[in-house]
């Protein structure tokens, strides 16, 4: 941050320019100076001060008073204070001592004035810390709303962008169509997809944004996905599944696993003519719940988009939720992509 | 009427079957669950009518049908429900949103039995759609036949484009392939952070750019990490500054 003085010099002139003529008008009017004398001794004094005091900003600006204690601050400044003067006075006094020269009357005016001054001085100290404090709040303050507006937005759309993957229009309509066609060949089957379509949609659309559920439970609405797939797709889906039972009761982020599911099935199933299997495990690891997810792809198959979309949500949830990186970790292996979680357990 | 199903989902194709199986007039030739197999299809047993699944593993239905020079009458069945159904509307090309009403597919099939009365029209009209409905979309991958082979190059591992006439040149590191298409169609649809435009003939990608060099007075030349120079127009040298920040 700059100086706010220097970005407005004008108004900083103009206000001195105003000390000054009132000085001048009270040292002839009520110091009966000579108005050259006035004029000389109100220029010299006004002058050094409006130049020292642009430095003020800088113990401002590093005494933070949100760090500092109170008295801390309060001390660092009457100290600031007492030497700023002193130095300001000794100044003024050996030049006006030049200007001035044998001027008796002057000498004496000089002597009776110093406390005054020093008074004054000790006042303007104050009054332009104390605009450099309300520049520095204000500007603070202000930062501090765009912020919170620009954090505001990012969590909207996060949440929207993961609203839409879970409720992934194509897959919806595409079980609507399987789930169609099942009505004429084997309205059972129909009627079993059509459940397990709603059973998945509710837990979705209910879910809490960043509230943790059992594993038991968001494994078996991922499995209910995956089931769904699996009559679309058939043969060409194979799912696995390796999970020790004392993971069942530790808390995972609700749909956390069905974005990953969904990944290995976009890339793996949707653009695969062979078979692809999705192997699923989880165990518990010191204080933590791993889940891995497995898929195998065609590695020649040059994706069209989306890639990472899913992933990414992910692993911003994660860092939104337990406030730590590298909870998620992703590698390809051949032609063999692998995600792992690790999520933290109290 | 002969008729090809090319859907990468067995359960949607036996539902266009069991629609089908009420139309006498109808048969079904074959039935394809990739882009590859239905291409391959279509070119040998010619069909008059094909139901054409959208997104399909390794070619879409759209890259497929840019890779027929005579396609036949098309009926896309697709989840989609975006931009594209505009599209599909302004050409007269029946769509059907799946899931379908019978009501709803045997419009299609009649709108299908009008159009292969006119066939040589709706060729015209199929292309020029698929032009469209590619164009209004950011190029990920290229797709080009030479000869009975099929390739699928990613545009990142373009070098540059070249204007041949009514074709352009696509180099690769793989080689150098010929598909008919537009530069303007490029310039528009490829991530143009990527790819620039540098001359009337010519689109490089700048990660192959190894340097920019003067050439004669006034104008200057890229030389790519292949070692081939390209010439720099005026104009491409102020996109090229533009996009390397230079």
């Known amino acids: 941050m700059r100086n706010p003085f220097l970005k407005n010099i004008i108004f900083y002139i103009a206000a001195w320019s105003t000390v000054a003529v009132v000085d001048i008008v009270i040292l002839s009017r009520y110091y009966n100076l000579s108005l050259s004398l006035a004029i000389a001794d109100s220029l010299v004094y006004n002058l050094l001060y409006a130049n020292i005091a642009m430095n003020f900003w800088y113990p401002v600006k590093y005494l933070n008073l949100e760090k500092q204690k109170p008295f801390v601050v309060l001390m660092v400044h009457v100290i600031a204070a007492l030497i700023v003067i002193s130095l300001w006075l000794i100044a003024g006094n050996f030049i006006m001592n030049w200007i001035a020269e044998e001027n008796e009357a002057y000498k004496t005016f000089a002597l009776s004035a110093f406390l005054g001054r020093a008074v004054s001085g000790m006042l303007y100290y104050f009054i332009i810390v104390l605009i450099y404090y309300l520049y520095i709040y204000y500007f603070s303050f202000r930062e501090k709303l765009t912020r919170e507006a620009d954090l505001r937005t990012l969590v909207k759309e996060t949440e929207l962008s993961l609203l839409r993957s879970q409720l992934n229009p194509h897959f919806i309509f595409n079980s609507l169509n399987s789930i169609s066609s099942l009505t004429i060949t084997n309205p059972a089957k129909a009627q079993d997809m059509l459940v397990k379509l709603s059973s998945y949609l509710r837990f979705a659309l209910e879910h809490n944004k960043n509230s943790l559920i059992s594993f038991e439970k968001e494994l078996e609405n991922s499995l209910l996905y995956l089931e769904i797939e699996k009559v679309r797709f058939g043969e060409k889906l194979i799912f696995e599944k390796e999970i020790s039972t004392e993971t069942m009761y530790m808390q995972v982020p609700n749909m956390i696993l069905q974005p990953l599911l969904e990944n290995a099935i976009k890339h793996g199933v949707y653009e695969s003519q062979e078979p692809v299997v999705i192997h699923l495990s989880a165990s518990k690891e010191n204080n933590f719940l791993c889940i891995h997810i497995s898929n195998n792809f065609e590695k020649y198959v040059v994706s069209k988009k989306g890639r990472g979309i899913g992933l990414r949500n992910v692993q911003e949830r994660l860092l939104l939720i337990y406030n730590k990186k590298d909870l998620m970790k992703t590698t390809v292996n051949g032609s063999v992509f692998e995600v792992e979680l690790f999520i933290p357990q109290q | ?246």
Do not use: W
């Open chain 2, 1 to 246: 009427m002969k008729t090809i199903i090319i859907d990468d989902e067995q359960l949607a194709r036996e539902l266009i079957k069991n629609y089908l199986s009420e139309y006498s007039s109808i048969e079904v030739m074959h039935e394809c669950s990739d882009g590859f197999q239905g291409l391959k299809a279509i070119q040998e047993l010619k069909p008059d009518l094909v139901f054409l699944d959208v997104q399909m593993p390794k070619l879409t239905g759209f890259e497929m049908l840019e890779l027929l020079e005579n396609p036949p009458v098309i009926i896309f069945t697709t989840a989609y429900n975006e931009y594209a159904i505009k599209a599909f509307e302004m050409n007269a090309v029946d769509y059907l949103l799946k899931p379908f009403s019978r009501e709803r597919f045997s419009k299609a099939i009649e709108k299908a039995k009008e159009k292969t009365g006119a066939k040589e029209n709706n060729s015209a009209h199929v292309k020029e759609f698929v032009q469209k409905l590619v164009s209004e979309e950011r190029t990920e991958r290229i797709v080009v036949k030479t000869g009975t082979k099929i390739h699928v190059i990613p545009v990142d591992t373009l070098h540059y484009i070249e204007a041949q006439d009514d074709y352009v040149m696509l180099y690769t590191k793989e080689g150098k392939f010929l598909k008919q298409q537009t530069m303007k169609h490029y310039e528009a649809t490829l991530d143009n952070k990527t790819f620039v435009r540098i001359h009337r003939s010519y689109i490089v990608n700048v990660h192959e750019v190894m340097r920019i060099e003067p050439y004669e007075k006034d104008s200057y030349q890229v030389v790519l990490k292949s070692g081939v120079k390209l010439p720099v127009s005026r104009s491409g040298y102020a996109l090229l500054k533009r996009e390397l920040e230079f």
